[in-house]
């Protein structure tokens, strides 16, 4: 009985360490076995090491009479004898995943054209309509005989809405007359002379009937008006109005300096005794007549009885404001 009971446990000790040797060596390879709950956790044991919960598939029972597989399933874990369902966890089938192809495509990019872009700015009006400017012009005008005229004015301008300019108006207005070139021959102002002998003809007679009246006085004859004396006398006072020169000495250069009486030679009269009276500024022949009448040398020449004929002429100076030019030319023929 007793060496039963021996041959009992050794057979059992030897179970035992073969289970123990089968359990390590798979432990010590980590591979799945067969009956495993797939998934379980692996936990660690006071040492850190990985620790793996089995079951095993064989059943394992010894009875006193022999080897037998009738005892129930004996699970392990770290040496200890446990009982652990079988659990067998349904496949899990991962859906499969298409990923999306990419189909790269080559893009043909039209030539960049350059273009020009002109920006027009609004321009800002300026309404300067009622406004006026004032500027200072200067104009110079050639007249005849080489005389000019300068005329410096401020020219009153109205400004249109546009900022366009029209004249209204002027102010400070200076006139001068340029007569430092004046030349002019007998021929030239003859022109003229006759002109003035029909514009000015009531004063001619005017002129002539003082004149006479005043020789009355004295008891002397009336002198005679006479053409070819009255042009003369016409060219002499349009030559004094341009000239600006009023002396018996004509416009000439300083070395051939001519007379009252040269121009009676240049009119064919190279004979007799002549005399000349002058005046400028009077506007009238009464005014010009008291002039003559109450100056000496003047009066004279008016009562001289060497005189026969005489000549008058009558001329505006080129500066109006100057009034006229007179001319008296006596002559003993």
């Known amino acids: 009985m007793k060496i039963r009971i021996i041959l009992i446990s050794l057979i059992i000790a030897l179970v035992l360490a073969f289970a123990a040797c089968s359990f390590g060596s798979e432990k010590e390879t980590g591979d799945t076995q067969a009956g495993e709950t797939s998934g379980e956790e692996i936990t660690e044991d006071e040492t850190g090491e990985a620790q793996t919960w089995w079951q095993t598939t064989a059943n394992y029972s010894i009875n006193v009479d022999g080897f037998t597989t009738t005892a129930p399933a004996v699970s392990e874990t770290s040496g200890e004898a ?175 300096i001519k007379y009252f009486s040269s121009i009676f030679k240049e009119n064919g009269l190279t004979s007799g005794t002549a005399g000349e009276n002058i005046g400028w500024g009077y506007n009238t022949p009464a005014d010009v007549c008291t002039a003559w009448r109450n100056s000496e040398t003047h009066y004279e020449n008016i009562i001289s009885s060497d005189y026969k004929s005489i000549g008058i002429g009558v001329a505006p100076d080129c500066d109006p404001a100057k009034g006229l030019c007179w001319v008296q030319h006596f002559y003993s023929e």
């Open 82 to 256: 446990a009982t652990i369902p079988s659990t067998t966890k349904p496949a899990t089938t991962k859906p499969a995943t298409t990923k999306p192809v990419t189909t790269w495509s080559s893009t043909t990019r039209a030539p960049a054209t350059w273009s020009t872009t002109t920006t027009t700015r609004p321009t800002t009006r300026v309404n300067y309509e009622g406004q006026t400017r004032v500027q200072s012009e200067t104009e110079t005008v050639q007249l005849k005989y080489g005389v000019s005229r300068t005329v410096t004015k401020d020219v009153i301008y109205a400004v249109n809405a546009d900022g366009s300019v029209t004249a209204i108006g002027s102010q400070n207005e200076e006139t001068t007359y340029n007569r430092l070139n004046y030349s002019a021959g007998y021929s030239d102002l003859l022109p003229a002379a006759k002109e003035h002998m029909q514009t000015y003809k009531a004063f001619i007679n005017e002129v002539l009937s003082r004149t006479n009246r005043m020789r009355a006085e004295k008891g002397l004859s009336a002198l005679k008006l006479t053409d070819k004396l009255t042009e003369q006398a016409n060219v002499r006072a349009e030559e004094i109005a341009w000239s600006g020169k009023h002396s018996h000495a004509r416009p000439s250069s300083l070395i051939d």
